[in-house]
């Protein structure tokens, strides 16, 4: 099947994970775009335990998900449509599982010769001792857009961190690595840019994601070009080792000539603050233009 302004395209978005709302914009953008874009039979779907009813009252020909966190970019959805034999946009099963899961995730850069901050896993509990000495960083291993990441800098910050952290879960934990955010976009098994980020608070948290104008985002940013090509060669060789479709953002800490890498999205956000649109958009590539690429790319492979 090739793309044709008259199939019947469902946007998925929403869903029941805390990246609910982030989803939202991002399906709704998708759905607006399409649409004046000229396609003249596109479905929005808010997400729910009822999503396969909807889709089979539908019969979309392809589906582009907008969803982000558990039960969207967790290859679970992914495994649904599988079962239900319809296309979808981005990743398979196995690259999404395996991409939302920070503690396999890092296994796999790491059998990759991909740099990672020294870490280990640790199970939560009310009076557990601390893994490295100040500062390092606690991670939700299967949470998004800054959920659930905590910086520890000192005693007060790890007791807060403590609280927030359910026991018996466990954590990846990594020590601090002080440098500049800068994420690399893979488009089609090729590197699409990179794009630089200075929040507009201490850490690229939620908030500054989405909801402040004062981040600053660079697009190709002055950076060393011996660097640049290690992150784009990494972002790279993970997005084909874990066999990712479409398109992935892999976001890494650059200090000097050194990196390290944070972790691969393959299903990254596509709202008006999201960076993957940017790094398209200084490529020459527009919004709506990405989405049929996305679309186009895993019609061909059916």
């Known amino acids: 099947m090739k793309l044709d302004k008259n199939m019947k395209i469902a946007v998925i978005a929403g869903g029941m994970s ?9 399906g709704n953008m998708l ?26 009252e539908f019969s979309p020909d392809v589906v582009v998900n907008g ?61 557990m001792e601390k893994p490295y000495e100040f500062p390092f960083v606690v991670k939700d291993p299967v949470n998004g857009s800054s959920r659930g990441v905590y910086i520890v800098k000192n005693e007060e910050s790890w007791g807060n961190a403590k609280k927030e952290l ?8 990594e020590k601090f690595f002080k440098g500049r955010e800068v994420n690399v976009a893979v488009l089609e098994n090729k590197v699409l840019g990179d794009v630089e980020i200075t929040p507009a608070n201490e850490f690229y948290d939620f908030d500054a994601k989405y909801n402040s104008d004062k ?32 398109v992935t953002r892999s976001d890494f800490i650059i200090s000097g000539d050194n990196y390290i890498m944070l972790e691969i999205n393959t299903l990254p956000g596509m709202t008006g603050h999201s960076l993957v649109p940017m790094i398209a958009k200084y490529r020459g590539i527009g919004y709506l233009e990405l989405i049929e690429t996305l679309i186009s790319e895993c019609l061909s492979a059916e």
């Open 215 to 246: 981040t600053i985002y660079t697009v190709h940013p002055d950076i060393s070009e011996t660097v640049r090509e290690k992150i784009s060669d990494a972002a790279l060789k993970l997005h084909i080792a874990l066999g990712c479709k479409g």
């Open 18 to 26: 805390d990246e609910r709302e982030v989803s939202l914009v991002t």
């Open 67 to 127: 969803l982000h966190g558990r039960y969207g970019e967790d290859g679970t959805v992914q495994g649904l449509l599988e079962m239900m034999k319809i296309p979808y946009t981005n990743s398979g099963v196995t690259a999404s599982a395996v991409g939302m899961d920070k503690l396999i995730c890092r296994a796999v850069m790491k059998e990759c010769g991909i740099n990672v901050a020294e870490g280990k896993t640790v199970e939560a509990a009310p009076e």
């Open 31 to 56: 759905y607006k775009t399409l649409c004046e874009g000229g396609y003249t039979n596109v479905k929005f779907i808010d997400v729910g335990f009822d999503l396969s009813e909807k889709l089979r």
């Open 166 to 173: 359910k026991a018996g879960k466990h954590y990846l934990c």
